[in-house]
């Protein structure tokens, strides 16, 4: 049974930094891309970092590019998002997702979220910044 575990969410001044974790089990770590993704109340889930599955190349959105890393231990089977610099926009509901893509386009990679059976979502962690 594959599972992804958020943690690390919660309550920031504006310019504060927080460490997201996603812990994920149930299928071969090493072989997925990981990333995360945001979303507000009524709007589209939004790509906001990945992680390549191999050499671990790493991409943003530009809305959090230079503030925001993502990381990932395949020891731990953890992938990890630091944000740094903190704005009350990046207010959202913050999840974990993994899917068995080779690429580092988001377009793609939500494809492969939204539609391949071997892709997996968790269940999200509030992350909330006060301005």
């Known amino acids: 049974q594959v599972q992804l575990a958020e943690s690390g969410g919660g309550l920031v001044q504006a310019g504060e930094s927080l460490r997201l974790s996603c812990a994920v089990s149930?299928?071969?770590?090493?072989?997925?891309?990981l990333a995360w993704f945001r979303q507000t109340s009524g709007k589209e889930r939004d790509f906001v970092a990945g992680?390549?599955?191999?050499?671990?190349?790493?991409y943003y959105s530009d809305s959090v590019k230079g503030r925001f890393t993502i990381s990932r231990d395949n020891t731990k089977n953890t992938v990890y998002l630091q944000m740094n610099n903190l704005k009350h926009e990046d207010t959202a509901v913050y999840y974990c997702?993994?899917?068995?893509?080779?690429?580092?386009?988001?377009?793609?990679?939500?494809?492969?979220?939204?539609?391949?059976?071997?892709?997996?979502w968790g269940q999200g962690t509030q992350v909330t910044v006060s301005s």
């Open positions: 992680s390549r599955w191999q050499l671990a190349t790493s």
């Open positions: 997702a993994a899917a068995p893509y080779r690429g580092t386009d988001p377009v793609l990679l939500r494809l492969w979220l939204e539609r391949a059976d071997s892709s997996s």
């Open positions: 149930g299928l071969p770590f090493n072989m997925y891309s």
